[in-house]
Nanobody, 117 residues
Framework: QVQLVESGGGLVQTGGSLRLSCAAS??????MAWFRQTPGKEREFVAH????????GYADPVRGRFTISRDNAKNTMYLQMNSLKPEDTAIYYC????????????WGQGTQVTVSS
């Protein structure tokens, strides 16, 4: 049974940092990613990482402030978020897929990140 479990969300002031974790179990994946969603808006892509090779990609709003990484031995993905802004406030979701392209098949339950001004 595949499970993705996020942790690390919380409340932080503008300019602060948080690190999110996503622990995967049940299998390994080709690509994992972080998405985020705020009420009334579509879920948006934040960053992705290829499990083999570790290549990464970022959405423009977070590039240079967020860093995605993974620990193959722990089958865990991370999102280091620095210089946080109020507009980063959202529920952050971990996602995974079995192929390099296509839709993300597996999703975590989400973790709330709130950035106060």
């Amino acid at each position: 049974q595949v499970q993705l479990v996020e942790s690390g969300g919380g409340l932080v002031q503008t300019g602060g940092s948080l690190r999110l974790s996503c622990a995967a179990s049940g299998r390994t994946f080709s690509t994992m990613a972080w998405f985020r969603q705020t009420p009334g808006k579509e879920r948006e892509f934040v960053a992705h990482i290829k499990w083999s090779g570790g290549s990464t990609g970022y959405a423009d709003p977070v590039r240079g402030r967020f860093t995605i990484s993974r620990d193959n031995a722990k089958n865990t993905m991370y999102l280091q978020m620095n210089s946080l802004k109020p507009e980063d406030t959202a529920i952050y979701y971990c996602a995974a897929r079995n192929s390099p392209l296509g839709s993300y098949t597996y999703w975590g339950q989400g973790t709330q990140v709130t950035v106060s001004s």
